[in-house]
């Protein structure tokens, strides 16, 4: 029987869904609602660069060309390579593009039929004869509608695009307030690199957050108007942000990415032995993480400027929250174009913005939030169903409900890959397509709901505890290889990938160790 499945989004996450999906000879359909594949590589800033050193980003069976020989490829040059990945494989005649879906819709049991499955979908399996999806998609060119039935649906629609997150303030206290012009970092990527430079020019600005999005707009403001009207950064809490990845010259990952490093960590469904001896090497992950705390002080002069954070840098890559510094960008707020200024709370004015507890705003004529995305939002709004849209996203107090990351159990023949972070995206988006692939090719099957919603929980407790105050919700943090432990035994895999019980235990996990043997 011919089984067809709908992949929603051509980023990163569509692309390797669609290969491995094709691998198993599913029938297949992509929707894209942009004009080409990318998804955040797409159209982004001037000054954009790979956050990942290179090797932790590479497909399996495409790697980088031996031109790029930067370790932190530019935007341009990534993009071309996922360009060049997709026109390889000849994966865009599947393609269907300015299709945006608006909605999907689940048909093959009441929302009391479903509560009472104790199995996914009722009976464990990722299709059923009777259950379907219907997707309402809009042809943005040609301004039409039309419905696509299918047995499968995989969401890779990403959580930093498209829906962008605006802190809420007190009524009059917004930005109606204020006389400027406020916008989001998002609409200022949208902006060609000329019309960005000339918007800003002469301009007074503030941005809005500590990431990278933040720090890269902050230094193009600081080289247009330079000292004369430096570029306010407004920041919540400090952040070890990295100058490299390097600490002291040794490689992050023999510190965060070996099987020796993850025995240094309580992890979601240790047993007692890995539980003690997580608690008795504690001393030497805290000393991992002031090894890299050291480094970064010294290398960014963090004392000069009072920007020592006040957490740990493991809670920080626990809760996937690093990003790298650009280069320069201390120099600069030495010199005088780009201004740091703490502000956890704050609210708009006529002039500007005003910090909370103080009296003088700060007066700018244009602020930019870079203050993330409703990931979130964007998943949740894309269901027909009340009943899906509630429980997509679980508690928000709690990390989102997906088993291994990309199937929540309440939601039947339904994947989600890509919402969940780690700190290589396109690795752990691989890993987990491969894993999808394997379920819908009937290789193993999902446990009982209960069991799913446990081992949920499980992770919860893991990132409450790793992450502390700066928990973020649906990351992985510093937990690939065991992560990746489990998907390798439910595909019936060697997890072990390395040669050698040295290999095994010190050397980093890269992508291709996990390359078919």
Known sequence: MERKVAIVGAGISGLLACKYTLSKGFTLVVFEARSSIG????????????????????????????????????????????????????????????????????????????????????????????????????????????????????????????????????????????????????????????????????????????????????MECSAVNGEKNPCRVLYKTEHWNVPDYEPWGLPLAYLYFSRFSELLLHKPGEGFFLSLLATILSPVRWGFSKWVESHIRRKLSLEKFGMVPKHSFLKEISACLISTVPEGFYDRVEKGSIVLKKAPKFSFCQKGILVDGENTPVETDLVIMATGFNGEKKLKDIFASSNFQDCILGSPTASVPFYRECINPRIPQLAIIGFSESISNLYTSEMRCRWLAELLDGTFKLPSIKEMEKDAEKWDKYMKQSSGVYYRRSCIGVLHIWYNDQLCKDMGWNPKRKKGFFAELFEPYVPSDYCPS
């Not at 990942?52 to 590479?58: A, C, G, L, V």
């Not at 299918?150 to 829906?163: P, Q, Y």
Request: proline share 6%; charged share 25%.
């Open 39 to 218: 998804g955040v590589w797409r159209k982004t800033l001037e000054t954009t660069k790979l956050q990942t050193p290179k090797p932790f980003y590479q497909f399996l069976d495409f790697p980088w060309p031996s031109s790029v020989k930067e370790e932190f490829p530019n935007q341009f040059q990534v993009l071309d390579y996922l360009q060049s990945y997709a026109h390889h494989f000849d994966w865009l005649r599947h393609l269907k593009f300015n299709s945006k879906v608006v909605r999907i819709e689940y048909e093959g049991g009441s929302d009391e039929e479903m509560q009472a499955w104790e199995m996914w979908g009722g009976n464990g399996e990722p299709f059923s004869c009777k259950g379907k999806w219907n997707l309402t998609v809009n042809d943005t060119q040609l301004l039409s509608t039309e419905v696509y039935q299918v047995d499968f649906v995989i969401l890779c629609v990403g959580r930093f695009t498209d829906v962008p997150n605006i802190p809420e303030f007190p009524p009059g206290k917004g930005p109606e307030a204020f006389h400027g012009k406020v916008l989001h970092s998002m609409e200022y990527s949208a902006m060609d690199f000329a019309s960005a430079a000339e918007f800003i020019k002469g301009k007074r600005i503030a941005v809005v957050g500590f990431q990278k999005h933040a720090l890269d707009i902050s």
